[in-house]
T-cell receptor, first 113, second 112 residues
Framework: NAGVTQTPKFQVLKTGQSMTLQCAQDMNHNSMYWYRQDPGMGLRLIYYSASEGTTDKGEVPNGYNVSRLNKREFSLRLESAAPSQTSVYFC????????????FGPGTRLTVT | ELKVEQNPLFLSMQEGKNYTIYCNYSTTSDRLYWYRQDPGKSLESLFVLLSNGAVKQEGRLMASLDTKARLSTLHITAAVHDLSATYFCAGYSGGGADGLTFGKGTHLIIQP
């Protein structure tokens, strides 16, 4: 059981470039989430997916798009990266809205220059 | 909208001492979480508190929840160096957006 996996672990982008962060879980969870963590801040929710085929905005969705490809995978896309998107991105999953455990992936450290 | 505030944000203490981290939240939260994060690592779940008066303990850490005061505490007993980390509390409002609302974290350094 790998839990929640994320790729890549590190990435450096130039302003204006695009990229997709990948997340997969093998726990048969319904809900998946993308958070960002900035220095001195807690995590902030970017987008979430309550079930396959649905996605919704969180607290800080601007500049991002997501795709729930299937039950296992939830990707986060930066169409035109900006320095303000330099952050550590965490993916998480849970059985569902009424489930009280969220499991976090190892994170992707993204730098936009 | 749920807001979560932790204090202190930074804490340096000596081994063997006791201390408490406080977590206040602004509106009803169905449940309250405590996580630990080591530098460069992901979040490790410590406790999930589901109801008023809930108390959970694991080793030298004890967490409690007072929903009437909208307050959770994480108490450290006889601190040891291995507990040095950043501790986050997070709430879940249950309505609106799914996902957790985090405090800014308490950076804890325990010195020998």
């Amino acid at each position: 059981n790998a839990g929640v996996t994320q790729t890549p672990k590190f990435q450096v982008l130039k302003t204006g470039q695009s990229m997709t962060l990948q997340c997969a879980q093998d726990m048969n969870h319904n809900s998946m989430y993308w958070y960002r963590q900035d220095p001195g801040m807690g995590l902030r929710l970017i987008y979430y997916s309550a079930s396959e085929g649905t996605t919704d905005k969180g607290e800080v969705p601007n500049g991002y798009n997501v795709s729930r490809l299937n039950k296992r995978e939830f990707s986060l896309r930066l169409e035109s990266a900006a320095p303000s998107q330099t952050s550590v991105y965490f993916c998480a999953s849970s059985r569902g809205r009424n489930s009280y455990e969220q499991y976090f992936g190892p994170g992707t450290r993204l730098t936009v220059t | 909208e749920l807001k979560v505030e932790q204090n202190p944000l930074f804490l340096s203490m000596q081994e063997g001492k006791n201390y408490t981290i406080y977590c206040n939240y602004s509106t009803t939260s169905d449940r309250l979480y405590w996580y630990r994060q080591d530098p460069g690592k992901s979040l490790e779940s410590l406790f999930v508190l589901l109801s008023n008066g809930a108390v959970k303990q694991e080793g030298r850490l004890m967490a409690s929840l007072d929903t009437k005061a909208r307050l959770s505490t994480l108490h450290i007993t006889a601190a040891v160096h291995d507990l040095s980390a950043t501790y986050f509390c997070a709430g879940y409002s249950g309505g609106g957006a799914d996902g957790l609302t985090f405090g800014k974290g308490t950076h804890l350094i325990i010195q020998p």
